[in-house]
């Protein structure tokens, strides 16, 4: 194939990588924008295959790993919940991260076979890109599988600090820098394992710190990593499709990172490198067993649903977790059915990663004009008579407002308690994934649902 035939078809991808983005912003053109991005990979990958020219027999091998890959790929996502998609995100995260650094190694061990030169005599421009590749890789593979551990909880979701942690990053930071500089002089073997061993390292100590209410910001800044990094390795490659991919995934994964921080109310730097307050959390824990709790069950939740005028639905994780939208989008159907108006509010941050409620909910078919963000329904809380939290935790907290001790004071929260009445559907009193109690479970006005929410949900149905 010749280059400008393969220029122009990378340039056919690339745009189709673009429109993908376009259409994944919205649930509405989520299933179009997934239909551009597997046509552009489609394109990307013929192409870089016929543009080798000669097929030797290693292309055989090529090929079964592919369809291996590829066979494994399109199981894990038939057979992953949702309730799982942000460990799955995660991982592949380290996967993208792990390859951009076999993709470096190679080319350092064999600049021949890349056309960069002999070893001990790369190209400069060659080395600078797949030092910062293999580096950024190796930042993103550790750092993901940290943040797979928590996420499935292997690893506790707290914070995990130590004197001088700040100081040890930046140091070994500098030291990166350092070494790429010395390895671009020396082209030494020895500076190269080195330095994919400590990128290695500081991808596990600047997620560690980082706390369960901050991994929304986690997966989106490691979705960015892993963009830049096979940017990086597209350079050393020379290969179009490889930059344009790279760069559009770590620009929009960087875009969407500041997009959550500002949801948050959160400085960037402060997510990527500081911990989350461990302290406050067991002083809130010790206190709520000496407060009173309202209780009921579904007759009540009815109850009150069907007195009600309006109705503002608060999902969360809780719900990913009981798999319950599908009985939720149930138990709606049938309060319009007795004409009260039925909104839904979604927070930026609300389940782990995000957009998690928003695709939950469109799962269920529901309409995409009764979805709202918090700054567009948070005033219509005052109005409503009830709020229906199902499975949503931190980011109904009040405590958000009042307490400047807490970890998550500060981020913008669902005004879910100036409802008329609160119905939240929990299994227990136990506190979400930040680790801090929630003051709206005390409230006067809330009524605990204690049981599975599908269960609860199917049971208010029948009520109602």
Not at 71 to 100: C, D, N, Q, R
Not at 442 to 448: D, G, P
Request: glycine share 10%.
């Amino acid at each position: 194939m010749s280059s400008n035939l393969s220029a122009i078809l990378y340039l056919i991808s690339g745009v189709l990588f673009i429109l993908a983005l376009r259409g994944l912003s919205s649930p509405e053109t989520s299933r179009q924008g997934n239909f551009f991005g597997i046509i552009g990979m489609i394109i990307a990958i013929t192409v870089t295959f016929l543009s080798v020219g000669n097929f030797s027999s290693g292309f055989i091998y090529v090929l079964i790993f592919l369809a291996a890959g590829g066979s494994i790929g399109a199981f894990i996502a038939y057979k992953i919940p949702m309730t799982a998609m942000p460990e799955l995100v995660a991982g592949f995260h380290s996967l993208v991260g792990l390859a951009a650094v076999f993709v470096a190694i190679s080319a350092f061990i064999n600049p021949q076979a890349f056309g960069l030169g002999v070893p001990g005599n790369i190209k400069l421009a060659s080395l600078i890109e797949m030092s910062i590749g293999a580096a950024v890789g190796a930042i993103t593979f550790s750092g993901s599988v940290i943040a797979f551990l928590k996420l499935q909880g292997i690893m506790s979701g707290a914070p995990i600090t130590f004197k001088g942690q700040h100081l040890l990053n930046a140091l070994l930071l500098i030291i990166i820098v350092i070494l790429t500089i010395y390895l671009c002089v020396t082209q030494s073997s020895n500076l190269f394992w080195i330095l994919i061993a400590i990128s290695f390292l500081i991808g596990f100590l600047i997620i560690i710190p980082i706390g369960g209410a901050d991994m929304p910001v986690v997966i989106s800044m490691l979705n960015s990593y892993s963009g830049w990094a096979a940017a990086g390795i597209g350079f050393t490659l020379e290969n179009t499709a490889l930059i344009i991919t790279g760069a559009l995934v770590g620009s929009s994964g960087a875009i969407l990172s500041y997009i959550m921080c500002k949801g948050m109310n959160r400085s960037f730097f402060n997510v990527i490198l500081g911990g989350f307050g461990a302290n406050e959390q067991s002083l809130s824990n010790q206190n709520k067993e000496q407060k009173p709790v309202k209780s009921g069950n579904a007759d009540d939740a009815a109850f009150l649903m069907k007195n009600a005028s309006s109705v503002i639905i608060v999902p969360g994780y809780g719900m990913a977790v009981a798999q319950a939208q599908h009985a939720l989008r149930e138990m709606v159907d049938t309060l319009k059915k007795n004409d009260i108006k039925v909104s839904y509010a979604i927070h930026p941050v609300a389940g782990r990663m995000p957009g998690h409620m928003n695709v939950l909910l469109a799962e269920a078919n529901v309409p995409y004009d009764e979805v709202f963000e918090l700054e567009e329904i948070n005033n219509d809380f005052a109005n409503a008579d009830v709020a229906f939290v199902i499975g949503a935790n931190d980011v109904t907290n009040p405590v958000a407002k009042t307490d400047p001790q807490s970890p998550i004071y500060g981020m913008p929260v669902l005004d879910v308690e100036k409802c008329k009445s609160v119905l939240f559907v929990k299994r227990s009193l136990s506190p979400g994934y930040a680790g801090i109690d929630n003051d709206l479970f005390y409230k006067e006005n809330t009524l605990m649902l204690f049981a599975d929410a599908k269960k609860m949900t199917e049971d208010i149905t029948k009520n109602l």
